[in-house]
């Protein structure tokens, strides 16, 4: 890879970040019809979708993990910054796993219906660990993996017609 | 939508579906507890049926439990999400109300002649 690509990819990074970041932030004033601790519409993970087709497995990771600490830093708190952590980087790893193997068989509806559920499953075991009790845990797994299925549909339709239009940009020369 | 998607939602619904029933799997219960905890140790243990009115001040944060007529709910809490302000009243045993930051959870469980003879 040139010189040029590489910084031409490290400046796409970026905004793939910051937009994810931004993403999170403003989802926070969409009210939800439930109240339960975790559930949210989970915007961030459209860049994150778009990430696990343009980019390599590592990169995925670092533009995850990089925009769970920004968004920590910036707008939540060390509690906040666990539970994201641990939906973010289980969710990415499930994503990157079943693109990377099952291309073929899955759109991006399917990847992000699974990035959402696990998300949800990674905060549940937080929650378990920070609480002491796994019932808790269990008491909101059901809605917390419905409500997953519910915005990862509408994430990966979002995300379907994001990655169709950036296509132009999003050719390196790798 | 791909065939890959359909397994995908499928494996989750059974994941649901197993989860719930597994939750349910307990009969009912008789006497009703709620059950405070502060960071994982518990610091209080309360009847359901009991008229309790208790603010805690912790390191980590403030909530206020009231519960009345067989209903636990937090009336109020210094977090910032009031996640647990906004939960609907526990009433039923497992339902629990939680708040994240403060690390504050209230839990509702059943203690009854019948869970030992479950969980033997």
Known sequence: MSSHNKARKIVYMGLLISLAMALSYFERFIPLPYNVPGMKLGLANIITVTCVVYFKKSEVFLIVISRILLTALIIGSMM?????????????????????????????????????????VG??????????????????????????????????????????HVKVIFRFNS | MKKGDLVIFALIIIGIISVYTYNGRQGEDDVLIVEVRIDGEVVDRFNLEDEVDKEYHTE???????????????????????????????????????????????????????????SQ
Do not use: W
Not at chain 1, 135 to 149: C, E, N
Not at chain 2, 91 to 107: G, I, M, S, Y
């Open chain 1, 123 to 164: 905060q549940l075991l937080v929650l378990s660990v920070i609480t002491g009790r796994t019932t808790i845990a269990l008491y909101y797994a059901p809605i917390l993996m419905v409500a997953g299925i519910l915005t990862g549909i509408f994430v990966g339709i979002t995300s379907m017609y994001f990655i169709k």
């Open chain 2, 60 to 118: 980590y944060g403030f909530n206020h439990l009231h519960i009345h007529d067989g209903s636990a709910s937090i009336i109020a809490a210094d977090c910032r999400d009031q996640i647990c302000v906004n939960t609907k009243d526990a009433t039923k045993a497992r339902e629990a109300l939680v708040c994240v930051p403060n690390r504050f959870t209230v839990e509702i469980i059943g203690e009854g002649g019948d869970i030992d003879v479950i």
């Open chain 1, 80 to 120: 906040s910054f666990f539970y994201s952590l641990a939906g973010g980087v289980l969710s990415s790893l499930g994503m990157v796993f079943v693109y990377h193997f099952f291309k073929k068989y899955v759109s991006t509806i399917g990847i992000s219906v699974l990035g959402g559920v696990l998300h949800n």
